[in-house]
């Protein structure tokens, strides 16, 4: 007997353009369920931020030896707090502006997550244990918030057991720019969706899948926009449903042939969608996706990506547009391409918009 489960009709029945189910029908097993492949979980909740990740709107941080001095950004914080450097091993990645490119390193990072499992009895020992202390005082008492009384509650508040490191990283909210992370030797905060794969060795494949423009259409139509200023988010369970391509049921050559498309565009930072899908190695990208799920010969794959890269712009183009300080607010988008001008927004001015 079948099963019944849920699912998301508005978006798909109300909103999917005919190229989603072209692409659909074409594909057949050759697309997978991701959390059929991996282990999909939200990145890293501390309960608080602004204890655990460093530098902070509180210190910034300076390297000294073996500890890292916590410099005071305003009047009133300790002047002489240290922590060892064995608490601040590993590199955080906190905001989807700081992936420009899909290779995300660990170095490259400017913000560390605390992790401590130093057991209260022996903390005293540590220079930690002073900067703890300040968490705990009374115009604080950082300790008492939900998720660490939670995590006190079978062992010590600052005791953050950090999790493996995920092979891809997939963030919850989207704008206009393709975004994908594989990061190296870093954890990544709530705002992201950590993908563990079953088999690590598909991690560029699967990362060139959530690369290319047929998620960002996915994204449209399963996602949720009614964030303002144009955001639209995709949580842990819709990034579980998101379909890539399945390692198992695509011949060799074929996958070769999206590994060298995305080691290609992995070379620059991503531009806006718009900007983004008038460049060679975006195209070669969505091609050999394309061909990947089945579709034949040079005109064949030319009309079905005219017709993704067209439907996928519109409808970003018209959820941003609801916002009205957006530059989609302005004109239409057929406006826009009749220009022939570049969109040329970069993660600077968008930021602004948001303000």
Not at 212 to 238: C, D, P
Not at 319 to 347: C, H, I, Q
Request: some cysteine; aromatic content about 10%; hydrophobic content about 35%.
């Amino acid at each position: 007997m079948g099963k019944y489960t849920g699912d998301k009709w508005g978006g798909k029945y109300l909103r999917a353009p005919d190229i989603y189910w072209k692409i659909l029908e074409k594909a057949g097993d050759k697309l997978v369920r991701l959390g059929d492949i991996a282990e999909v979980r939200f990145g890293i909740k501390t309960g608080c931020n602004e204890f655990f990740y460093l530098p902070s709107k509180h210190f910034d941080i300076a390297l000294e030896g073996d500890y890292y001095r916590l410099i005071p950004k305003h009047e009133g914080v300790p002047d002489d707090l240290r922590i060892e450097t064995e608490f601040l091993e590993i590199p955080l990645l906190q905001k989807t502006k700081e992936i420009l490119k899909p290779d995300v390193m660990g170095a490259d990072l400017t913000h560390k997550v605390l992790t401590c499992h130093v057991p209260e009895a022996q903390v005293g020992h540590y220079q930690i244990r002073r900067y703890i202390d300040w968490a705990e005082e009374e115009d604080r008492k950082w300790h008492e918030r939900p998720t660490c009384a939670q995590r006190a509650s079978s062992g010590d508040w600052y005791a953050l057991a950090p999790p493996p490191f995920p092979n891809i990283v997939v963030p919850i909210g989207h704008k206009r720019r393709p975004v994908v992370g594989m990061p190296v030797g870093a954890l990544a905060d709530a705002n992201f969706n950590e993908v563990r794969l079953q088999d690590h060795s598909d991690k560029e494949l699967i990362a060139a899948s959530i690369f290319s423009t047929f998620t960002l259409l996915l994204y449209e139509i399963h996602g949720r926009a009614n964030f303002g200023q144009g955001l639209l988010k995709t949580q842990t369970y819709e990034i579980n449903d998101l379909l890539v391509l399945n390692p198992e049921a695509i011949t060799s050559a074929r996958q070769d042939r999206v590994l060298r498309a995305m080691r290609r565009i992995s070379q620059r930072n991503s531009l806006m969608i718009y900007d983004d899908v008038r460049n060679p190695d975006r195209t070669a990208l969505d091609d050999a996706f394309l061909m990947a799920v089945g579709f034949e010969g040079a005109q064949v794959q030319e009309q079905v990506m005219t017709e993704l890269h067209d439907a996928t712009c519109r409808m970003i183009w018209h959820r941003m547009a609801k916002t009205g300080n957006s530059r989609e607010a302005r004109r239409s988008y057929d406006e826009w391409v009749a220009t022939g001008e570049p969109f040329g927004l970069d993660l600077a001015e968008e930021a602004n918009e948001d303000e």
